[in-house]
């Protein structure tokens, strides 16, 4: 019998109304005598919650102690679901992300998944129960629980559907699907049917929030098939496989940056200092840009678990810094017909509020004022996505 993996996001188990229809999704799907396993995300804002709680009482909370609070969230979705599947006489159990063998590396709220034993999993799908798998976390190789990032769960998904050899991941959201822009603020956005990896990775770390990139880039080495879709039914979803197709724009996404701009210093320059401060504040990946003895860097502001830690960090080991956080990115995704054109297509609508450039083989962006980021989103959309 083949194994299915279905994620439920935040918003979908929002609330306990919410939660009995992720129950009742589940319980139709095992009905089709599938052996299931669903990973849950926390419910709604509950990881935003706990990250504003966790700095009403430290300003620059440990990695750790914020791991162990985060992870919670996601542990009471899981209980949850459980004890509303079991209520419907369907035999389930709930696994935190170190019961299911999601074994990370050390880098607390950033970890990535080094490797999957799950042997409980395994032996309770077995017994033909419904396995309730915590999203989000995992535990290091020094025992300590590690959560995965923003968007997590996905990962979790994922990396579990390869390790069991699933039959389909299937990513349930508010959405159905991938849009080419999102839906809520730009109103002509339409859904596709299909995108490459690569693409949905470019989308995904250009700031579109329906997938989680790390999420993306493990089912590409795995080759798992990834069928993303709405959690109120519809029968709209966006398939992710396979290779960029040529010429086309799949779409636009937008997202806040920490931007980073660092005087010369030395003979050597900043850089090192620089690459030093971001990896000891556990820096999301970000573009960096070095012309002559300046230094440029652009990191998604959502990555960031300690903004006014690494502020700090920067003025005092790179005095003179400046740090905005008052820019964002706008990106277009796409691949095959030329960064050079793309730009030069941007430009035309957006040139007199370009305040920097970057291009990548599927992708091309711009710098923005946070604040215009909506409106350009709408004008790029209309102008370069059809
Ligand atoms: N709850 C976590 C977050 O909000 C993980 C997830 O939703 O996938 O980022
Ligand atoms: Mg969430």
Do not use: W
Not at 66 to 92: C, H, K, V
Not at 97 to 109: E, N
Not at 212 to 224: D, P, S, T
């Amino acid at each position: 019998l083949g194994i299915i993996v279905q994620k439920y996001g935040g918003s979908s188990l929002a609330d306990v109304s919410r939660l009995q229809k992720v129950a009742e999704r589940v319980a139709s799907a095992r009905a089709g005598d599938q052996k299931i396993v669903v990973v849950v995300s926390a419910m709604g804002d509950t990881t935003d919650a706990l990250l504003k709680l966790a700095r009403t009482v430290c300003g620059s909370p440990k990695g750790r102690e914020l791991d162990m609070l985060l992870s919670a969230g996601e542990r009471i979705s899981m209980a949850l679901l459980s004890m509303a599947l079991n209520a419907r006489d369907i035999p389930a159990v709930s696994f935190t992300g170190s019961q299911s063998g999601i074994i990370t590396d050390q880098a607390h709220t950033n970890a990535r998944i080094v490797e999957v034993r799950p042997q409980r999993v395994e032996e309770e799908l077995a017994r033909g129960r419904v396995v309730i798998v915590a999203g989000y976390q995992g535990v290091s190789r020094e025992r300590e629980i590690t959560t995965l990032g923003r968007g997590g769960s996905d990962t979790t998904a994922v990396a579990l559907a390869a390790a069991l050899g699933a039959e389909a991941c299937e990513i349930y959201s508010d959405v159905e699907g991938v849009f080419t822009a999102d839906p809520r603020t730009v109103p002509g956005a339409r859904p596709l049917k299909e995108i490459s990896y690569d693409e949905m990775q470019e989308l995904a770390e250009a700031g579109a929030r329906v997938l989680n990139a790390q999420a993306v880039e493990f089912a590409k080495e795995r080759g798992v098939v990834i069928h993303a879709r709405s959690t109120h039914g519809g029968s709209g979803e966006t398939v992710i496989r396979g290779r960029p197709e040529a010429d086309r724009v799949v779409g636009v996404a937008t997202q806040a940056v920490f931007h980073i701009e660092a005087p010369p210093e030395g003979a050597d320059g900043s850089l090192p200092t620089l690459l030093r401060v971001l990896e000891a504040h556990e820096a999301p990946v970000g573009h960096l840009v070095s012309s002559g003895p300046t230094l440029v860097v652009a990191l998604p502001s959502e990555g960031l678990s300690d903004p006014a830690g690494l502020r700090r960090s920067l003025a005092r080991e790179l005095p003179g810094t400046r740090v905005r956080e008052d820019l964002g990115t706008l990106s277009v995704v796409g691949a095959g017909q030329g960064a050079r054109a793309t730009l030069a297509r941007i430009v035309a609508v957006l040139a007199p509020h370009i305040q920097g450039v970057l291009s990548a083989p599927l992708r091309t962006s711009v710098l923005l004022d946070a604040a215009r980021l909506e409106d350009a989103a709408r004008t790029v959309h209309t102008a370069l996505v059809r």
